[in-house]
């Protein structure tokens, strides 16, 4: 039988608890009355083997973003790949002096709260939180998921089919690219933190471009805008 500690314990239970809460939510409700947490991972690799080495998130309440309301921790892996040097820029001695990702999970619960997630591919963020979530805390995360990478695809389809003769169909979805492409400030690439900023400015300035061609008030049309995104409860 699996031993946790108090901490992994609690987080469990609050997980137990916020899957009530998302069972009753109401999307008819403003998107301005939801709270939202950006969230972010870096890996040691892409394989089911590798690990997180960093997470990090943001903020977002009103449709206004907090960037001083922040999460960010690196986490200590069982195993180091040069990966985590080369792309992410942190020090095997970074990762041997943080805590291990039992240890962080806790934090990282009691941080997203009942808020929805928002990531940028966050399928693949969630496939890492979610093994994690159950080896550690006994439960799986359990909230709304929206996915900015599918929020910018509506977008540029909304253009094409307006002004298809000014714009090229090789858009790339990179978040540095799509930043870059809107005129929104640009953070360094491969770091949880800053990433998860960066999802956060794209994913606001999105709603409110969106708002110019779809009606978006309600959690509901936002779903409805991007449909085919994926819900976890």
């Avoid at 400030?185 to 606001?204: E, G, I, R």
């Amino acid at each position: 039988m699996k031993r946790y500690t108090m901490a992994q314990f609690e987080a469990g239970e609050r997980l137990k608890a916020h899957k009530k809460v998302f069972q009753g939510l109401d999307p008819t409700k403003p998107l301005s009355e939801f709270s939202f947490c950006v969230l972010d991972t870096e890996l040691t690799g892409l394989r089911r083997r590798h690990e997180i080495i960093s997470i990090g998130a943001v903020r977002i309440e009103h449709l206004a973003l907090k960037p001083l309301d922040r999460f960010y921790t690196e986490v200590c892996p069982k195993a180091w790949t040069k990966t985590g040097t080369l792309i992410h820029r942190i020090s095997p001695q970074q990762c041997q002096d943080a805590p291990k990702i039992g240890k962080v999970l806790p934090e990282l619960i009691a941080y997203l709260g009942t808020s929805l997630l928002i990531g940028h591919n966050i399928a693949l963020d969630l496939q890492f939180l979610q093994k994690a979530c159950k080896k550690h805390l006994g439960h799986p995360l359990v909230h709304p998921c929206i996915d900015t990478l599918r929020l910018a695809r509506v977008y540029e389809e909304s253009r094409w089919e307006s002004y298809y003769d000014r714009f090229t169909l090789r858009v790339s979805y990179q978040l540095q690219e799509l930043a870059q492409a809107y005129g929104l400030p640009c953070f360094p690439a491969h770091n949880a933190a800053s990433d998860a900023l960066q999802t956060a400015y794209l994913f606001v300035y999105l709603v409110h471009k969106l708002r110019e061609t779809h009606p978006l008030v309600t959690l509901e049309e936002l779903y409805r805008c991007g449909r085919g995104w994926r819900w976890y409860f």
